[in-house]
């Protein structure tokens, strides 16, 4: 019973070219503005979540740390989040916190090595002394380059004592030393400095934010290891983020029909046949899963012959997250259209939700730049969902099996949906 | 009354409705109304706009769900599949897709009933020469003319060919043609042995079409019968005059309402034992200065039964 419901959706569908050219090429078209402005985009705003591995544990090290969780706009994690009440997870190691990175836990890690105090500041660009490893994550342009200026300043702030001595030994290296007195000045000048900046600590002043960062006097090796062969970082997220916003509008619109049979009695004369509404709406939701799912294959078609995303060696991982995406905006559309009266109502409502949501959920403007506040509040809707999902599959290649937490928010979502879409079409069912 | 949830009756009538109430709010649409529709008959529903015709029918669809009394349909209650099956249901609205072509909505439906394979491609071939569409099968329902989208309309709704046939005033909107054309395919079907209710506020369509025909007004049943008993029930005898004068402004009216007769849209209309009356009745009208326009004598129809038993017209 339901193939006929779609069989005839379907020669509705292909009768209309307003809806054919809102469900195929207006989406196109604005993916492409998209990409095309925000494809190589570089912005900061974020409080960005760091990893940092101090594997030398010197006093250098140790303040250069204290320095950067001073950063108010930096949020330092030296482990993982606890998982389990009273067991405190180990510390992160170079090796995880590099797999932390790749997983999406933090956007960047910073890990800094053995010997790292014993030279740690260089005005000379040393090559050889010991270097602190950036690790990023390139679906995050902003991120990194925020960490790697940070971490300048935070050596030329928050390490004061530790460069007057670095100076110091330059001045034994190549003046010659200093006299006994010299030297007796030299280190009560350091203890000052050392007193003053625990004073400040004590006050809850923070130093380091006085001064701006000249950059360079660390030795920082950067390296991507999320997305080092991407060759246009932000396609696959606007393939999905523009998609799953234009899937919204269209499975809202395909809904409407249920509004439209409703208005010219078509609905009643189904109902008084052997269909029921259960199976009406069962119907109506598989081809709007459906038409959804083959706006996300000609989208990503388009990504992928226009604008050089590897789609061909993720197919399993879309058509997983494609099918779970079309069925919860699916299901949407058709809460949409049993709550409203009208198709003029339910155009008002479609256009008010869906823009929030896109907004919120990361289609307009991805998620890593909103406040954290934004970000939670971003995982109600079904972009966030469905945006990670494709993320997880075209930009950190994971396997399929990785995601279970996205396909059963999605599928979980389509559920509910439903269920309460089907409730509210009662009204239909009789007077 | 509750509404019995399992098979009601034994009848093989094709239609049995008992006590039905059904109220919206403070209006009470249908008003106890009992009815029984035998095998074959087609019987005609008449009444004005609002008298309960609409809610009747869609009581017997199953959907309206009423506040007392049952509907059965060949023994099985209102919606339930057995019911679905035997009926049919042409409503007033067109309901039809639109972007589909006719020979294609006749496709939907007939699916939506069960239908498949050459069992739906028979059904199809058969409604469409049943409604005269076969030349225009291709075409968007929306393309085709009034008359044509009531056919096809009508053909959506007994493509499964149901015993049992509701039809809700199908000539709605239609030229005087295409109304033949239509009355044609219910003389089709009720020839061919199916029941079938009939509403309308023509009584030319009912006086055509029906067998009997069932008065409504302010949802009950005033009357039942054949035309002829309806009329006989209502008038005996007794014929009609009809006729127009001209005369002093408000003279006509009172003049009129003084010899016991009513006004209807300029035309007096008085219920007299014998055709002879009408020379004393000109007479009289002379007398009283009026001029007369024209006059004529016939035997009382359905819209004088409304109107006697209503004190108003059918289309009021």
């Not at chain 1, 101090?54 to 930096?74: I, N, T």
């Not at chain 2, 009756?9 to 409705?17: D, V």
Request: with cysteine; proline share 4%; aromatic share 6%.
């Amino acid at each position: 019973m339901i193939v006929p419901i779609i069989r005839t959706a379907l020669v509705s569908l292909r009768r209309d070219r307003a809806a054919l050219a809102l469900s195929f090429i207006l989406p196109i078209t604005f993916f492409s503005i998209f990409a095309l402005i925000f494809g190589g985009r570089r912005d900061t705003v974020p409080k960005i979540t760091v990893i940092v591995v101090d594997e030398d544990q010197s006093h250098a090290s140790q303040k250069l740390v204290k320095g950067l969780e001073r950063e108010g706009s930096l949020v330092i994690r030296t482990r993982p989040a606890s998982n389990n009440k009273g067991v405190q997870p180990t510390e992160y190691t170079a090796a995880t916190a590099e797999a932390a990175v790749k997983a999406g836990d933090a956007p960047v890690a910073l890990v800094v090595p053995h010997g790292f105090g014993e030279n740690p500041i260089s005005f000379r660009g040393d090559q050889d002394r010991p270097t602190i490893q950036l690790l990023n994550d390139n679906s995050d342009m902003v991120a990194w380059q925020m960490v790697a200026g940070l971490l300048q300043k935070v050596a030329m702030t928050s390490m004061p004592d530790v460069m007057a001595e670095q100076g110091s030994k330059y001045a034994d290296q190549f003046v010659g030393g200093f006299t006994p007195e010299q030297r007796k000045r030299m280190n009560a000048g350091l203890e000052q400095l050392r007193q003053h900046e625990k004073a400040e600590i004590g006050t809850g002043e923070n130093a380091a934010g006085k001064e701006p960062g000249r950059g360079g006097i660390i030795a920082v090796k950067t390296r991507a290891v999320v997305g080092e062969n991407k060759n246009n970082p932000m396609v696959s997220f606007y393939a999905a983020a523009i998609g799953v916003m234009f899937l919204l509008f269209t499975a809202s619109g395909a809904a409407g029909s249920l509004l439209d049979e409703a208005d010219s009695g078509t609905l009643e004369r189904v109902l008084s046949s052997r269909v029921t509404m259960t199976t009406l709406l069962a119907g109506k939701l598989a081809f709007s899963t459906l038409l959804a799912f083959s706006q996300l294959v000609v989208m990503f078609v388009w990504a992928w012959a226009v604008f050089k995303l590897d789609f061909l060696d993720h197919i399993p991982g879309f058509v997983v997250m494609g099918v779970c995406t079309a069925f919860a905006v699916g299901a949407f559309g058709m809460l949409l259209a049993s709550i409203c009266r009208t198709r003029a109502q339910l155009g008002a409502l479609s256009t008010l939700v869906i823009l929030s949501m896109s907004s919120v959920g990361g289609s307009m403007f991805p998620r890593f730049l909103m406040p954290d506040a934004m970000q939670k509040a971003g995982l109600l809707t079904i972009n966030a969902w469905a945006i990670d999902g494709f993320t997880r599959v075209f930009w950190r290649d994971e396997p399929v099996s990785h995601l279970w937490p996205q396909v059963l928010v999605l599928l979980g979502i389509g559920v509910v949906l439903f269920a309460i879409a089907r409730k509210i079409a009662q009204r239909w069912e009789s007077a | 009354m509750s509404v019995p949830a399992g098979p009601i009756s034994s009848s093989s009538l094709p239609l049995h409705i008992e006590a039905l109430v059904k109220r919206f709010g403070q209006v009470t649409a249908i008003d106890a109304i009992t009815l029984e529709l035998r095998s074959g008959e087609c019987l005609g529903l008449l009444g004005p706009n609002g008298a309960g015709k609409s809610t009747l029918i869609r009581s017997i669809v199953g959907r309206v769900v009423p506040d007392a009394g049952w509907v059965a349909v060949f023994g099985s209650p209102a919606n339930s599949a057995a019911a679905r099956a035997a009926l049919g249901w042409v409503p007033q609205e067109l309901a039809l897709y639109p972007r589909l072509t006719g020979k294609e909505n006749l496709e939907s439906f007939g699916r939506y009933h069960g239908l498949s394979g050459s069992g739906l491609r028979q059904a199809v071939e058969w409604c469409l020469d049943w409604s005269s569409l076969q030349d225009r099968a291709g075409e968007l329902a929306k393309n085709l003319s009034g008359g044509m989208r009531r056919r096809l309309n009508m053909a959506a709704g007994i493509i499964h060919r149901p015993k049992l046939v509701l039809m809700d005033e199908p000539t709605v909107g239609v030229d005087p043609q295409s109304r033949n054309r239509i009355f044609e395919m219910i003389e089709r079907l009720h020839g061919e042995g199916t029941a079938i209710i009939y509403t309308t506020h023509y009584m030319e369509e009912a006086e055509r079409l029906c067998d009997r025909i069932a008065i409504l007004d302010h949802g009950r049943i005033i009357a039942l019968g054949t035309n002829e008993e309806l009329v006989e029930n209502a008038f005996a005898s007794r014929s009609q005059i009809l006729a127009r004068f001209t005369g002093p402004p408000g003279g006509v009216s009172a003049w009129v309402e003084q010899r016991g007769g009513r006004l209807v849209d300029s035309t007096a209309l008085f219920t007299v034992e014998h055709p002879t009356e009408i020379a004393t009745l000109l007479d009289d009208a002379a007398k009283a200065g009026l001029k007369v326009v024209d006059v004529s004598l016939r035997r009382p129809n359905l819209e004088s039964v409304f109107l006697h038993l209503t004190g108003r017209e059918l289309r009021d």
